[in-house]
Each structure stands twice: as structure tokens, then as C-alpha cells.
T-cell receptor, first 115, second 115 residues
Framework: TQLLEQSPQFLSIQEGENLTVYCNSS?????LQWYRQEPGEGPVLLVT?????EVKKLKRLTFQFGDARKDSSLHITAAQPGDTGLYLC???????????????FGKGTHLIIQP | NAGVTQTPKFRVLKTGQSMTLLCAQD?????MYWYRQDPGMGLRLIHY???????AKGEVPDGYNVSRLKKQNFLLGLESAAPSQTSVYFC??????????????FGPGTRLTVL
């Protein structure tokens, strides 16, 4: 069972449209992160949300953490071709024998913004 | 600052061959991680390190070994490569976690094919 379920898996829209992608789980998390990955590169952190109900904005991107801290959404307003990429949500996951947390990722949403 | 660098960028191995992937970071980070990314599976943690001389297992450690002899370097070894290890490998680093989460900085990846 996947810890983090992301939807949709693929999304292709026209430039200027709005969109929302989701990251859902049945578990409660102390924090949740969103990363963006472009082809041939590693993921880059966009935002970390830590408080239930929290909303964070990054230019045209709006991130929300669910009240129960089980889910999150990413809304993009007036999408641009530069927003194209793989959007990943991730949570810290404790592993035995450590003191640091590795990240557990969802499978991601592949977003294509067509000019 | 170069951030996180990985060598090589591409490699093709035959089944049974061995190789070492090198990760280097110049941010003086304590924590370092190795992930693999596969289509339909997302990013999964292989091994990680909380400091020089320490290593620990992640979600999918079998078939891999790691070493952290210097703080800035984290090596991932495949002793006897198998086709199932064909993947894109990402190294990441982070500072000590704060409030239960941290930002991980990823390298550009190594694309490995095992024939």
C-alpha cells in the first residue's frame, strides 16, 4: 500500500488554465513537503507545510495542508509552460537504526502545460 | 557552490559487474541519502547517513552497500549488478533536522542500465 497517493498521475492543460493536484494518505503527518522535478534533474523543494489547515503561497502556486494533516493540495493559477514538470509530495519517514529521517515520496503528478 | 554532484552521469553494466557511484556535497551537511527512481514506483530510499562514519538502511537496501568515510562524500556500491538495479540513482544531502523535517538537496542523478 502506497503511503502517499497522488492524483492525477498525468495532467496536460493549456497555458493560462488553473489546476489542482492532490496528495492523500490515511496517516497523519507532522509535516509534508512538495518538490518539483524537471527532466534530467533531481527534485527541488518548493514548500514545507507543518500546521493543519496551513496555506502557503509561492507566486502562482498555492499549497494547502489538510486540517487533519493527512492530505495536501497544490493549486496553480494561470499555468505557464515553465510549470511543466513532475510534482512530488513527500513526508519524513523514520527508519530503524537512524536518527535522521529519509523521505517517503508519492509517485508524483506529471504536469504538462501546452503553449 | 556546486551543491550536490554525482559521478558518473550514465553507466551501462553487465550482469554481475560491480561499480561505485560517488556523491559529493560542498554545503557541510550532516545527513546524506541515496534514492532510486523507477517508473511507476517513484523515489525510494536505499541507504542514508547521519554523519561521517555512519550508515543505515532505508526502504530498499538489498544489493547495495554504502560508505561515508568523509563528511562530504557518500559512496553507493553495487557488488554484483542485476537487471533489477537498472534505475536512476539520486543522492541528496540535508542539514540536521529542525522541528522534525529538513530540506533535502538533490544531485542531478546517475542513470544506470544493467544488461
Amino acid at each position: 500500500t502506497q503511503l502517499l497517493e497522488q492524483s492525477p498521475q498525468f495532467l496536460s492543460i493549456q497555458e493560462g488554465e488553473n489546476l489542482t493536484v492532490y496528495c492523500n494518505s490515511s496517516s497523519v503527518f507532522s509535516s509534508l513537503q512538495w518538490y518539483r522535478q524537471e527532466p534530467g534533474e533531481g527534485p527541488v523543494l518548493l514548500v514545507t507545510v507543518v500546521t493543519g489547515g496551513e496555506v502557503k503561497k509561492l507566486k502562482r502556486l498555492t499549497f494547502q495542508f489538510g486540517d487533519a494533516r493527512k492530505d495536501s493540495s497544490l493549486h496553480i493559477t494561470a499555468a505557464q509552460p515553465g510549470d511543466t514538470g513532475l510534482y512530488l509530495c513527500a513526508v519524513n519517514q523514520m527508519y530503524s537504526g537512524g536518527g535522521a529521517d529519509g523521505l517517503t515520496f508519492g509517485k508524483g503528478t506529471h504536469l504538462i502545460i501546452q503553449p | 557552490n556546486a551543491g550536490v554532484t554525482q559521478t558518473p552521469k550514465f553507466r551501462v553494466l553487465k550482469t554481475g559487474q560491480s561499480m561505485t557511484l560517488l556523491c559529493a556535497q560542498d554545503m557541510n551537511h550532516e545527513y546524506m541519502y541515496w534514492y532510486r527512481q523507477d517508473p511507476g514506483m517513484g523515489l525510494r530510499l536505499i541507504h542514508y547517513s547521519v554523519g561521517e562514519g555512519t550508515t543505515a538502511k532505508g526502504e530498499v537496501p538489498d544489493g547495495y552497500n554504502v560508505s561515508r568515510l568523509k563528511k562530504q562524500n557518500f559512496l553507493l556500491g553495487l557488488e554484483s549488478a542485476a537487471p533489477s538495479q537498472t534505475s536512476v540513482y539520486f543522492c541528496a544531502s540535508s542539514e540536521r533536522e529542525v522541528w522534525g523535517y529538513n530540506e533535502q538537496f538533490f544531485g542531478p542523478g546517475t542513470r544506470l542500465t544493467v544488461l
